[in-house]
T-cell receptor, first 113, second 112 residues
Framework: ETGVTQSPTHLIKTRGQQVTLRCSSQ?????VSWYQQALGQGPQFIFQ???????GRGNFPPRFSGLQFPNYSSELNVNALELDDSALYLC????????????FGPGTRLTVT | AQSVSQHNHHVILSEAASLELGCNYS??????LFWYVQYPGQHLQLLLK??????LVKGIKGFEAEFIKSKFSFNLRKPSVQWSDTAEYFC??????????FGSGTRLQVQP
C-alpha cells in the first residue's frame, strides 16, 4: 500500500510569484485535505476535495485554490505569494469525507523571500 | 465551532518519567477527539482517537487518553516516557465532519 506522497519536498519562491504543490493520495482514498503549518503552530485547514469537488474551506483567501483529478491526486495553487505564506504544506487523504482518519504526507516546505 | 487548546507548549522530561499533556475542547455537540504525533522529520501520524464509548482510549506506543466530559478535557498520558517519544504532539477535533482543527501543539523533549 502506497502512502501519501507530496512534491516537491521544498522550494523557494519570490513574493508575488505563483506556486503549485502536488499530492498523491493513499491507494483507495477519494478525499484530499490540505493544511498549512507555520513554524511552531498546528496545521491549519485550507480546503478539502471529495471526488473532484471542493468540499469545505478554511479561512484562506481565494488566491489559495486547488484541484482534484480523477485518480484523486490533488494540486494546491497559491497566487501572488506573500512572505506569510512561508510554511509547511501538508496533504492528507482519507476514505470519504466522513473518514476522520486522515493519513498525512511528508509535506512541502515553501519559503517565500 | 469546535476548537481545541493545548496549554503546555514545551515539556522537558527525563526518561522513565510520567507524561500528561493537556487538551481542552470547546463544546459543540457530538465530540470526536484525536491526538496526533509528529516525530522529527516524519509525517503526522495518528496516536489515538475517541468517538464514543469507553472514555479511556488506548493508542499506539503505550499512549492513552481520557475523555472527561465535565472538564472538556482529553489529556494524553504515558506512564513512562522514552527518548524516542521526543516529538510534537497535537490534539485535534473535526468540526463539520470534514477536516481537522488542530491545537497549537506541545513539543516534548525527553532527555536520556
Amino acid at each position: 500500500e502506497t502512502g501519501v506522497t507530496q512534491s516537491p519536498t521544498h522550494l523557494i519562491k519570490t513574493r508575488g510569484q505563483q506556486v503549485t504543490l502536488r499530492c498523491s493520495s493513499q491507494s483507495g482514498h477519494n478525499t484530499v485535505s490540505w493544511y498549512q503549518q507555520a513554524l511552531g503552530q498546528g496545521p491549519q485547514f485550507i480546503f478539502q476535495y471529495y471526488r473532484e469537488e471542493e468540499n469545505g474551506r478554511g479561512n484562506f483567501p481565494p488566491r489559495f485554490s486547488g484541484l482534484q483529478f480523477p485518480n484523486y491526486s490533488s494540486e494546491l495553487n497559491v497566487n501572488a505569494l506573500e512572505l506569510d505564506d512561508s510554511a509547511l504544506y501538508l496533504c492528507a487523504s482519507s476514505l470519504d469525507f466522513v473518514g476522520y482518519e486522515q493519513y498525512f504526507g511528508p509535506g512541502t516546505r515553501l519559503t517565500v523571500t | 465551532a469546535q476548537s481545541v487548546s493545548q496549554h503546555n507548549h514545551h515539556v522537558i522530561l527525563s526518561e522513565a518519567a510520567s507524561l500528561e499533556l493537556g487538551c481542552n475542547y470547546s463544546y459543540g455537540g457530538t465530540v470526536n477527539l484525536f491526538w496526533y504525533v509528529q516525530y522529527p522529520g516524519q509525517h503526522l501520524q495518528l496516536l489515538l482517537k475517541y468517538f464514543s464509548g469507553d472514555p479511556l482510549v488506548k493508542g499506539i506506543k503505550g499512549f492513552e487518553a481520557e475523555f472527561i466530559k465535565s472538564k472538556f478535557s482529553f489529556n494524553l498520558r504515558k506512564p513512562s516516557v522514552q527518548w524516542s517519544d521526543t516529538a510534537e504532539y497535537f490534539c485535534a477535533v473535526p468540526p463539520g465532519r470534514r477536516a481537522l482543527t488542530f491545537g497549537s501543539g506541545t513539543r516534548l523533549q525527553v532527555q536520556p
